[in-house]
Nanobody, 123 residues
Framework: QVQLVESGGGLVQAGGSLRLSCAASGSVLSINSMGWYRQAPGKQRELVAAITSGGKTNYADSVKGRFTISRDNAKNTVYLQMNTLKPEDTAVYYC?????????????????WGQGTQVTVSS
């Protein structure tokens, strides 16, 4: 089994910064990609940023130039540096990872999610 644990959320004023972290643990063989999604009350969950094992990145248009996704392969960890935060960024942020894991002597690829961390940006 694979677990994803997020940290770094909190309350910040508009224009401030936060850095989110997500660490994968358990029976991890490799991580093909990791990313961050967010969901505000009454809205659909949306992709914020993603990064592949090769370092290719993808960002939502609304965060380009403000957010930066990065990874530390040795720690199986992904980060999201969020600068110039806006009230519209307020949401629960979820870590996502596509992971190759072992079970019963066989390897499987699965889609895993963290439990979310709250980010609140005050005006």
């Amino acid at each position: 089994q694979v677990q994803l644990v997020e940290s770094g959320g909190g309350l910040v004023q508009a224009g401030g910064s936060l850095r989110l972290s997500c660490a994968a643990s358990g029976s991890v063989l490799s991580i093909n990609s990791m990313g961050w999604y967010r969901q505000a009350p009454g809205k659909q969950r949306e992709l914020v940023a993603a990064i592949t094992s090769g370092g290719k990145t993808n960002y939502a248009d609304s965060v380009k130039g403000r957010f930066t996704i990065s990874r530390d392969n040795a720690k199986n960890t992904v980060y999201l540096q969020m600068n110039t935060l806006k009230p519209e960024d307020t949401a629960v942020y979820y870590c996502n990872a596509i992971v190759v894991t072992y079970y019963g002597g066989s390897a499987y690829q699965g889609d895993y999610w963290g439990q979310g961390t709250q980010v609140t940006v005050s005006s």
